[in-house]
């Protein structure tokens, strides 16, 4: 069974501080592996998104990582802000299922001054 | 670009009535929508695929005639709860894809409350 696993479930940091989320798959093959940011209440929002083939991707204070031997990603956020509280869902694009995206339950993380 | 649109953002209705949900993708013609479902504290879970011009194809579970799906147009899709009741209270979100590098957009989702 294809699935997506993220860790921690709930996160909480000081404003200034850094973090790292992580997720880890099964899926495969994939085409992409992408990284949302989910505000309460709002539709999720594209933060990065990587091939197979890539090993990090950059958005501002998001950096994302992949690495396909251990299939594992992460999103390492800098200088965290209070406006970076939500959720962040992993996401993978199924090559096998067609255009299915598979959504991990997601990180929250709560910034606090 | 790829901005979704979705609205309403917010419905409150009796039980046993319709509601129609709007999704329309602004600056590109989308030929996939997707129709989730998301219960608090829980991952998107997948209703329907609709295809422009074709029936939608539903997931295992998901009830057709409950909720209708219509994909008119490049950039329209929407989904319509049937009579609906408390259970179907939940935060409703469309996407729509692009052929190229397998875009995907989200719209801001529908929180229903049936009452």
């Known amino acids: 069974k294809n699935q997506v696993e993220q860790s921690p479930q709930s996160l909480i940091i000081l404003e200034g501080k850094n973090c790292t989320l992580q997720?880890?798959?099964?899926?495969?093959?994939?085409?992409?592996l992408r990284w949302y940011k989910q505000d309460t209440g709002r539709g999720p929002v594209s933060l990065t998104i990587?091939?197979?083939?890539?090993n990090t991707k950059s958005n501002g204070r998001y950096t994302a990582t992949l690495d396909a031997d251990t299939k594992q990603s992460s999103l390492h956020i800098t200088a965290s802000q209070l406006s970076d509280s939500a959720s962040y869902i992993c996401?993978?694009?199924?090559?096998?299922?067609?255009?299915?995206?598979?959504f991990g339950k997601g990180t929250t993380l709560s910034v606090s001054s | 670009g790829a901005v979704v649109s979705q609205h309403p953002s917010r419905v409150i209705c009796k039980s046993g009535t319709s509601v129609k949900i709007e999704c329309r993708s602004l600056?590109?013609?989308?030929?996939?929508m997707f129709w989730y479902r998301q219960f608090p504290k829980q991952s998107l879970m997948l209703m329907a695929t609709?295809?422009?011009?074709?029936?939608?194809?539903?997931e295992q579970g998901v009830e057709k005639d409950k909720f209708l799906i219509n994909h008119a147009s490049l950039t329209l899709s929407t989904l319509t709860v049937t009579s609906a009741h408390p259970e179907d209270s939940s935060f409703y979100i469309c996407?729509?894809?692009?052929?190229?590098?397998?875009?995907?957009?989200f719209g801001s989702g529908t929180r229903l409350t049936v009452v």
């Open positions: 600056d590109f013609q989308a030929t996939t």
């Open positions: 609709s295809n422009e011009g074709s029936k939608a194809t539903y």
């Open positions: 996401v993978l694009l199924s090559s096998q299922a067609g255009t299915a995206l598979i």
């Open positions: 990587m091939t197979f083939s890539e």
């Open positions: 996407s729509a894809s692009w052929p190229a590098d397998y875009g995907y957009t």
């Open positions: 997720c880890n798959y099964t899926v495969s093959p994939f085409s992409n």
